[in-house]
């Protein structure tokens, strides 16, 4: 059974820096893309940054140079360390599995997701 456990949300002052985990279990992280995606009030989940195999990763323009994906597979866990954090980075933050070996861009292509972990950056 394909779970994640979602952490390190939270409340950080504009500059700020957060480090969000995503712990999976019932596979094994090589096996496909692991994605980070956010959501906004009113506004539709985007692609973050994503990594596969510890080999590729991606990040969404906005927050190239801010943010490092990173993976420990003797934890079965992926990091989103993100740093100088603005208030456009408010959102509900989720991992999730793609469908296939690779980093795809729309979220239908990734079926099981954590329960997301709200990120607030406020002044």
């Known amino acids: 059974q394909v779970q994640f456990v979602e952490s390190g949300g939270g409340l950080v002052q504009p500059g700020g820096s957060l480090r969000l985990s995503c712990a999976a279990s019932?596979?094994?992280?090589?096996?496909?893309?692991i994605g980070w995606f956010r959501q906004a009030p009113g506004k539709e989940r985007e692609r973050v940054s994503c990594i596969f195999r510890s080999v590729f990763t991606f990040y969404r323009d906005s927050v190239k140079g801010r943010f490092t994906i990173s993976m420990d597979n003797a934890k079965n866990t992926v990091y989103l360390q993100m740093n100088s954090l603005k208030p456009e980075d408010t959102a509900v933050y989720f991992c999730?599995?793609?469908?296939?070996?690779?980093?795809?861009?729309?979220?239908?292509?990734?079926?099981?997701w954590g329960q997301g972990t709200q990120v607030t950056v406020s002044s």
């Open positions: 019932g596979f094994t992280l090589d096996d496909s893309g």
């Open positions: 999730a599995k793609a469908n296939g070996a690779f980093c795809p861009k729309a979220p239908a292509e990734y079926r099981y």
